[in-house]
């Protein structure tokens, strides 16, 4: 008994059990599952850029019917279908994979909208698949398109129940764009995602070129366009990689350097590298500053919101924020270097390519797709056409073939006997004994035969793209146009030439608002919200201190802050803190280190310092220069700069913007003279002025400003007076003249000009605002309040003067050319009356002066 068994046991061995060595089996076995993993599992194809668990995720959800614009359906449903159906292997992969082709911060152009909690830039995982819904994403949808015509090969699935697509049709370059990272055994792969233009544009340029050069490639494909942006520099490593597919990069952070304080900065941090997760780059800076590696770090804040991505890292008094940067870019991964290896699967085998390679591969792809899309299609008119030309035929014997119809027993026979009849195919008689009787009308028939004449315009097309390569070809580009215009989206990351070179402007980090920005005589500013304004039912000020300049500006805007001591102060309206309207405001010294005896003088609101506007700098002691508004522009400003050299006995008197043809300059002591605005030079800021007017012994210039020829102007006097001159009534003289009085002189309480400004007839039309401070306060009025009086003194508006302001016009100047008063005839004529007064110069002569007058300098 035994014997027996153990003789049949034997036989089972030898028979059932093969002997072979180990290390062949091993061979073997791995041989086959490393093919799978490379093929199979993860290396994306080159054609349409997938791995297989994503295709066949894309593909199922497409036959779920969740197109862009149809309702979410639960994520864990969608996980079943394809499980279930396509992809034998654990739910969360699948999820996993769900997840990742929604993330916006992962693929340049999401794949799938998902809706719920699908992760974060934080690290944090995706909530659970019963608690998410999914749909397709309308740049999925291009990818899928067409596959219904048979475009692309299917194969069963793991049971040969269903059939699954072996590539999507993919209407754009899916590899590219979205990029690709696996691993696999002996391979990996890692394409950065690029901008879908650019490769559209590229692929473009292929078809129309197929010798194209990598330096033309280069020309068009910048190189990577990150989902999380930053700044990728080194064009060498991007031009190796575009042309082998492999290369160096440096990614880096886009930061920018905010000030705290006059001494103290801040690091932001607007945007990081691809793959880097937010959370744990912040830890360890964070552990950084713990450790004490690196001391002058004060805080680090995750300061993320809806706006967008903001780290803060708030600086110590005196630390040289550029250093610190440079730090962390060397020790953390705010900077990061990327290695190309773009290796994708082209004709079942794994190969590292270029972008060339890539777009030619894809090229041929759509070659094929396009061909069998147009033979689906063929076939499908060609059968239509079939069936409307024997309905066509029918109708002429449409009595006969009821006729026939009703004297058959059933259908069958009915299609029997009408092919026996009237020769008719079996697919033309099907048709007609389907046909509704309401179809027989004229009007229907009319319409067989415009769709008859539409389907032959069809199928000459098509055999067109079947049978001319160039028309094929011209297809191919017209459908990639369609998806450039339609999905196309701008870059998002920098392309910096050189490694070291960085270019951030940090104007793009703040928000674009409207606020209310006042400054004192005595140097205080503030800033506050509109709201805050008109809430606030008087200003905040100290005693005797009042507003030289209220204005409503934009946050981006910059003040230009002028001194007595001829500097300027540039200050972007962004960094003055916002208070209330009723509070006191910064002391300027707290912002900007000035003098003792430095007080503003004029201030200028900047939208836009590229343009070719001038500004004209006035000294107390006749001195004059142009300056181009670009030379203001600085980008350090934490002290006063200069703006015209001045002598030590001299200070700046007035700042005005905007040339005009004439230059009006009036004196302390009541001259006026009017000069070309071109006799005047235009000087850099380190430049004195010229000599532009002349002054009396103990005269001192009051206020210059630029006017035209029909402007009239204001100007005001040191006992509070108002008068008004016209430009046309003064005599033009050159430059470095005295010029002629306007004020009477008074022996006691003389009036002293101490301000002026230009009027023109659209501000009188538009009764502009008009602002008037004395030593003690503001009064702000209009100028048709402003109005002539008999008093050769003018008006009294306050009880003295410091300062006065006409606001500009709101619309546009109108240039009106001034009408000289005409001339009465030689009888009629009377000495004019004219304001003079008696001078004693140094030789003890005596002489007049008035406006009519032209006094050389002497």
């Not at 009042?546 to 001591?565: P, R, W």
């Amino acid at each position: 008994m035994n014997k027996n068994v153990d003789k049949k046991l034997n036989q089972f061995i030898e028979e059932k059990i093969q002997k072979t060595r180990l290390e062949d089996v091993m061979s073997t076995r791995f041989a086959r599952y490393s093919k799978y993993i490379i093929q199979d599992r993860a290396l994306p194809d080159a054609r349409d850029g997938l791995k297989p668990v994503q295709r066949r995720i894309l593909y199922a959800m497409g036959e779920m019917g969740l197109a862009h614009n149809k309702p979410y359906k639960k994520s864990a449903r969608i996980a079943g279908e394809v499980m279930g159906k396509y992809h034998p292997h654990g739910d969360s992969s699948i999820y996993e994979a769900m997840v990742r082709m929604s993330q916006d911060f992962k693929m340049r152009v999401p794949l799938i909208d998902m809706h719920g909690n699908n992760g974060s830039i934080d690290g944090d995982s995706a909530a659970a698949m019963r608690y998410t819904e999914a749909r397709l994403s309308k740049e999925a949808e291009y990818l899928l398109k067409d596959i219904e015509k048979r475009t692309v090969p299917f194969v069963p699935n793991f049971d040969d129940e269903e059939q699954e697509p072996t590539v999507l049709p993919a209407k754009f370059p899916n590899l590219l764009v979205n990029g690709a990272m696996g691993i696999s055994a002996g391979y990996a792969t890692k394409i950065p995602p690029h901008n879908l233009r650019e490769i559209i544009d590229a692929t473009i340029a292929l078809i129309e070129n197929p010798n194209l050069t990598d330096d033309e490639m280069l020309a068009i494909v910048k190189g990577p366009d990150f989902p999380t942006g930053g700044i990728v520099q080194g064009k060498d490593g991007i031009k190796q990689a575009l042309k082998t597919g492999a290369g160096k990069i440096i990614i880096r952070s886009k930061t920018a350097i905010e000030e705290i304080s006059k001494s103290q900065d801040r690091i932001v941090i607007t945007e990081i590298p691809y793959e880097v997760v937010k959370a744990d780059l912040v830890r360890a800076i964070d552990n950084l500053r713990i450790n004490n590696n690196i001391e002058d770090i004060l805080e680090i804040r995750d300061e993320t919101d809806q706006e967008g991505l903001r780290i803060a890292i708030d600086l110590k008094k005196g630390a040289d924020a550029q250093f610190i940067l440079n730090y962390l870019y060397k020790n953390s991964d705010l900077q990061i270097a990327y290695n190309y290896n773009m290796v994708a699967i082209l004709n079942h085998r794994p190969v590292q390519v270029g972008v060339i390679e890539l777009l030619k591969t894809y090229i041929e792809h759509q070659k094929e797709v396009i061909t069998n899309r147009s033979n689906y299609e063929l076939d499908k008119a060609t059968k239509r056409n079939h069936i409307v030309d024997g309905l066509i035929k029918m109708t002429s014997v449409v009595e006969e073939v009821i006729q026939v119809i009703r004297k058959s027993e059933n259908k069958s026979q009915s299609k029997i006997n009408i092919q026996n009849r009237f020769g008719f195919t079996e697919l033309q008689a099907e048709a007609i004994v389907m046909l509704q009787l309401y179809r027989l009308s004229t009007t229907d028939i009319q319409a067989l035969m415009d769709e008859q004449q539409a389907l032959k315009k069809e199928m000459d097309k098509l055999n067109q793209i079947l049978s001319n390569e160039r028309i094929l070809m011209k297809t191919i580009k017209n459908e990639l146009l369609e998806v450039h215009a339609i999905i196309g989206q701008d870059r998002r990351t920098v392309i910096e030439d050189e490694i070291e070179a960085i270019k951030i402007d940090h104007r793009d980090l703040i928000q674009d608002e409207r606020i209310m920005v006042g400054i004192t005589k005595d140097g205080y500013v503030k800033r506050a919200s509109l709201r805050s304004f008109n809430a606030s039912k008087e200003v905040g000020l100290k005693e005797n201190d009042c507003l030289l300049f209220e204005e409503e500006i934009n946050t981006l805007d910059t003040l230009l802050m002028f001194t007595n001591l001829g500097n300027f102060i540039f200050l972007p309206a962004y960094k003055i803190d916002e208070q209330k309207w009723k509070d006191l405001g910064v002391y300027i010294n707290n912002i900007v280190p000035v003098e003792k005896n430095e007080r503003i003088i004029r201030v200028f609101s900047i939208t836009d310092f590229k343009s070719n506007k001038k500004l004209l700098l006035a000294s107390k002691q006749g001195l004059m220069k142009q300056v181009n508004l670009s030379d203001f522009e600085v980008t350090r400003y934490n002290k006063p700069m200069r703006a015209m050299k001045l002598d030590k006995d001299d200070e700046l008197r007035s700042v005005d913007f905007e040339v005009k043809e004439n230059i009006i300059s009036l004196s302390k002591e009541g001259y006026v003279l009017r000069f070309n605005t071109e006799e005047l030079p235009i000087y850099g800021l380190s430049a004195g002025g010229v000599k532009s007017m002349s002054l009396n012994d103990g005269d001192e210039l009051a206020v210059a400003f630029y006017a035209k020829e029909s402007d009239d102007f204001y100007f005001l006097t040191s006992r509070g007076h108002v008068i008004k001159d016209t430009v046309l009534e003064l005599p033009r003289y050159a430059r470095n003249r005295r010029g002629v009085i306007l004020v009477e002189r008074q022996k006691t309480n003389p009036h002293y000009v101490v301000s002026a400004s230009r009027l023109s007839r659209t501000q009188v039309k538009e009764d502009v605002k008009v602002r008037l401070l004395s030593t003690k306060e503001a009064l702000v009025t209009v100028v048709s309040e402003l109005k002539y009086v008999a008093n050769k003194f003018g008006k009294k508006m306050l009880d003295d003067g410091y300062y006065m302001e006409i606001a500009n016009a709101l619309g546009e100047e109108v240039e009106t050319k001034p009408t000289p008063k005409k001339k009465a005839e030689a009888i009629d004529e009377k000495p004019a009356k004219v304001i003079e007064e008696a001078i004693i110069t140094k030789e003890n002569k005596q002489i007049r002066l008035s406006r009519l007058d032209l006094f050389d300098e002497e």
